[in-house]
């Protein structure tokens, strides 16, 4: 198995709770409201929303791909800490066996944060997933973040 990383550190005027509420814990629920393309739905096949929890998820019109299945590997409330793994679906492309992304948010002095998140591409055998496309899911991350950050900002 091969594993490749990437990793995103970006600094916001929100804070820490706040913002690791709406990318973490309402993701399912903001999204489609302030990116309406970016999902349909998503779907709880098992689990109660915490660790261990599997959801289908609809990708919108705006995707190259139509669904991905997540499982919630940890939250931490406390610390704003989550992390989860897409475990199926054809975002994986046929070589990837999963991608897990861990989200940390840090509290700033003035009053922001700094969200960092990690992701790790588990690869089926020597595969090597291209630059390209790690670039381009940091870049859709992005704009997610960014939808949401300025949503949360307005309200």
């Known amino acids: 198995m091969g594993v490749q990383k990437s990793e995103v550190v970006i ?5 820490a709770a706040k913002l690791f ?5 309402d993701i399912d629920t903001l999204l489609p409201q302030v990116l309406p393309g970016a999902i349909k739905g998503a779907e709880i096949l098992e689990g109660d929303g915490g660790a261990g929890t ?3 998820v609809t990708l919108g019109d705006a995707s190259p791909y139509k669904t991905m299945k997540q499982k ?3 939250i931490d409330k406390e610390a704003f800490t989550f992390s989860y793994s897409i475990i199926d679906g054809d975002i994986l492309l046929g070589y990837i066996d999963s991608i897990t992304t861990e989200f940390t948010f840090t509290p700033t002095a003035d009053g ?3 969200a960092k998140s990690v992701s790790t591409f588990n690869t089926k055998g020597d595969a090597v997933v291209p630059e ?5 899911a940091n870049e859709q991350n992005g704009i997610i973040f960014k939808a949401i950050e ?3 900002i307005a309200n």
């Open 132 to 136: 390209e496309n790690i670039n381009f």
């Open 112 to 114: 922001g944060c700094t």
């Open 54 to 56: 599997v959801k289908l």
């Open 21 to 25: 509420k709406g990318i973490c814990l």
């Open 11 to 15: 600094a916001s005027p929100v804070p």
């Open 150 to 152: 300025a949503y949360l």
């Open 72 to 74: 919630t590997e940890a």
